[in-house]
């Protein structure tokens, strides 16, 4: 680790490990420690790298077709550089001098902003929408309180109902997103709940009649 001085300001002079070489074009980096005192440089030097390398491995990260992983990445990011990761409509509702604030936190080697910085301080990573798996897989958390005291075998004659009713909806609509379920896709469940194909029990009418004195 080098610490030079480079005008007035102390800089942080570090090549870049190999691991980085994928979301970091450069071979060597300078990271301003915003001081000329050499003494407060060196006190900062360590949590200055600290965060680059956090950042690096927020871009790692995000560098996925995982949707919910590059929401991650994004938050992750945007914390690294001091912010609150936000959407685009709302960082562009911001006072105009956080917004500056914001472009100007932006690494941009050589002269071309960082693409992943970019897009996670001004926002324009999407949220991950809730697929039916995905919420099956919160409402076990959720409902965690309900599993208290329960036996494994009991666990597992509480899960089996719900996970059950998830598997034939993924087979009969798709794992869609929550907010994209039709009333078509809920009739078409029911339809297949009712056939005579599907695993819930039918009943037929003569069963249903009640039986006369």
């Known amino acids: 680790m080098s610490i030079t001085k ?20 450069r071979e060597t980096v300078w990271i301003s420690l915003h001081t000329d005192s050499e003494t407060v440089a060196k006190s900062k030097a360590g949590r200055a790298w600290d965060q680059m390398i956090e950042a690096w491995e927020a871009r790692l990260a995000g560098d996925t077709d995982d949707a919910e992983a590059r929401y991650a990445a994004a938050q992750e990011l945007a914390r690294v550089r001091g912010f609150r990761y936000l959407d685009s409509g709302r960082v562009a509702r911001l006072p105009v001098e ?7 936190a932006v ?13 996670a301080l001004m926002g324009t990573v999407p949220e991950p929408q809730i697929t039916v798996q995905k919420a099956l897989e919160l409402y076990w958390t959720l409902a965690r309180e309900k599993t208290f005291g329960k036996s494994e075998d009991q666990l597992r004659r509480w899960k089996n109902p719900r996970l059950k009713a998830v ?4 087979a009969v609509v798709g794992d869609k997103a929550i907010d994209n ?3 078509d896709d ?7 709940c009712r056939s005579p194909s599907s695993s819930q029990p039918r009943r037929s009418n003569a069963s249903r009649q009640r039986p006369r004195p």
């Not at 809920?186 to 297949?192: H, K, T």
């Open 6 to 25: 480079r005008g007035s300001t102390f800089h942080l002079r570090r090549r870049v490990p190999r691991r980085y070489r994928e979301v970091e074009p």
């Open 98 to 104: 956080e917004l500056v604030e914001r472009v100007e």
């Open 107 to 119: 690494a941009a080697p050589a002269g071309e902003p960082d693409k992943a910085e970019v897009a």
């Open 167 to 170: 598997k034939n909806f993924v």
């Open 181 to 183: 379920i039709t009333r």
């Open 186 to 192: 809920m009739l078409d469940f029911r339809q297949y």
